[in-house]
């Protein structure tokens, strides 16, 4: 049996009304210190663990600069046996892709992305407290 590897980024730009997850303003500080223990938890799982999927999901993983993830890869890569096809995910939200973290996101194994748009409707946005338009 393969195992699915969860991690949870805490990081938004600002808490949505209608969001129960545990979410924290980003800081850079924070980021590190984030990732260090994001890192040490990844030491802790048992030698060889077999995975097919890896998911970042948040609060806004998208946020966490991609050098951030590309460590947190490598690490799960280097204890974990993972699948040559796992399903990589990161949780983007729409203002915070770029042309630049699409590709480092890319290099670094990403090969999903799960794009948090709610919606496409301005007003529903708007109630949702989205900051992104429907373009």
């Not at 030491?43 to 948040?58: C, I, K, N």
Request: neutral net charge; aromatic residues 8%.
């Amino acid at each position: 049996m393969k195992a699915g590897i969860y991690i949870h980024v805490p990081f938004c730009a600002k808490k949505c009304p209608y969001c129960d997850f545990y979410s924290a303003a980003y800081r850079a500080d924070t980021a590190e210190r984030y990732t260090e223990a994001v890192l040490r938890n990844i030491a802790a799982l048992p030698d060889g663990l077999s995975a097919d999927t890896v998911y970042f999901g948040g609060g806004t993983p998208s946020m966490l600069p991609p050098a951030h993830i590309e460590r947190i890869l490598r690490a799960i890569r280097e204890r974990c046996d993972a699948a040559a096809d796992a399903e990589i995910t990161l949780e983007a939200n729409p203002l915070t892709m770029t042309d630049a973290k699409l590709s480092a996101w890319r290099e670094s194994g990403i090969n999903r992305l799960s794009v948090g748009v709610q919606s496409f409707q301005p007003d529903v946005l708007a109630q949702l407290g989205r900051k992104h338009t429907p373009e």
